[in-house]
């Protein structure tokens, strides 16, 4: 089934692209494409990236209706195939989207909250949901799509149990803790800045161009980038510990209860996606380092991005491994105890 979805979402947006190449219009990448400057497929003209785009993706959508058939592949075969689909789930994931997602996850709660206000002013949202960042965000979600049927196939197709990937994906250790402590850290660095432009602190700044952002009141929306770094590295740390998988005592109408697992794990895959995306749309921009050179301090924290990504990631799969409940298929699992507590699988 996981398999046919991903087909399904393969051969959609890959007849999309036969669409673009044959009308010449639509592409949403490339010189044309918004945000252009920060995305690696900046240079990337619609003649050739949309082909590209539909050969890439119809070819994706018949390895993986080969997958959902359950006859047995040749080594050299699989190997082909989980190659090719695992760099087209990397290109949805990591290449196709650039900086857009993360900084609309960053700033949304402000045009949620500052909506029925008028605030931030002269805001114009056909300049924030644009067609090119629709398709970043349905990239996203292909990719996961695709990965998800992948992973299961590799599951199913190597003697581990396709739902939970048991015994191929086992209990978690103590780089769990520590990958969290990182994913913790790192967005603390770059809120550090923000908060101190906004206190008129020239923390990597010229007196100047802090002057500027503060007469501009673009402090603000690097402050609200900060607290929502500082919220997420909180949440971050709820990974390893305790209210992290039961909600506080101060949490009217939820004290007590089990934290779904997903509420933690599918926030913090996205958000692990977008900081990777991110950062290579940041490595992939030449102005990047140019201004690493003249705002070393201010720009710095961003170079670490990429291990935040990893980090976070594998917070995540350790979060998830120490709580996933008994199997429907392989029964119990393993037993590894957990870094804080494993709750009994009837609590899900």
């Given at each position: 089934m996981a398999q046919k979805l991903a087909a399904g979402w393969a051969a959609l947006y890959g007849t999309l692209a036969l669409v673009w190449s044959v009308t010449g219009h639509g592409f949403p990448y490339g010189p044309g494409g918004t945000r252009s400057e920060t995305s690696p497929l900046r240079a990337l003209p619609a003649e050739v990236g949309a082909p590209l785009f539909a050969g890439v993706l119809l070819l994706a959508a018949v390895l993986l209706l080969i997958m959902s058939g359950g006859r047995p592949v040749p080594r050299p075969a699989r190997i082909a195939m989980l190659t090719y689909l695992g760099v087209v789930v990397t290109a949805l994931l990591v290449v196709i989207p650039d900086t857009s997602l993360l900084t609309l996850t960053g700033y949304?709660?402000?045009l949620i909250i500052g909506l029925p206000f008028g605030w931030p002013p002269d805001i114009d949202y056909s300049t924030v949901f644009t067609w090119t960042l629709a398709n970043q965000?349905?990239?996203?979600?292909?990719?996961?799509l695709l990965a998800r049927a992948v992973l299961r196939w590799q599951f199913a197709t190597s003697g581990a149990c396709e739902d939970c990937g048991r015994p191929a994906l086992r209990g978690t250790g103590s780089w769990a803790r520590w990958a969290t402590?990182?994913?913790a850290v790192?967005?603390?660095l770059y809120a550090a800045t923000r908060f101190a432009w906004l206190l008129g602190i020239p923390v990597g700044l010229t007196e100047d161009t802090l002057r500027e952002?503060?007469?501009s009141g673009a402090v603000w929306a690097g402050s609200g980038l900060g607290a929502f770094a500082v919220v997420g590295a909180i949440l971050t740390l709820g990974l390893v510990q305790r209210w992290g998988e039961v909600f506080p005592s101060w949490m009217?109408?939820?004290?007590?209860?089990?934290?779904?697992?997903?509420?933690?794990?599918?926030?913090?895959t996205l958000v692990a996606i977008f900081v990777m995306s991110a950062s290579v749309a940041f490595y992939a921009d030449p102005v990047?380092?140019?201004t690493l050179t003249s705002d070393t301090v201010a720009v710095a924290p961003m170079l670490a991005w990429p291990i935040w990504s990893v980090a976070l990631g594998t917070a995540t799969?350790?979060?998830?491994l120490r709580r996933r409940p008994a199997c429907r298929k392989c029964g119990p699992g393993d037993t590894t105890p957990g870094l804080v507590s494993r709750p009994q699988a009837g609590a899900y």
């Open positions: 949304l709660p402000i965000a349905f990239a996203v979600i292909g990719g996961v402590y990182v994913a790192i967005p603390l952002l503060r007469e009217p109408g939820l004290a007590g209860k089990r934290v779904p697992i997903r509420l933690a794990t599918v926030p913090a990047f380092f140019d799969l350790g979060y998830y």
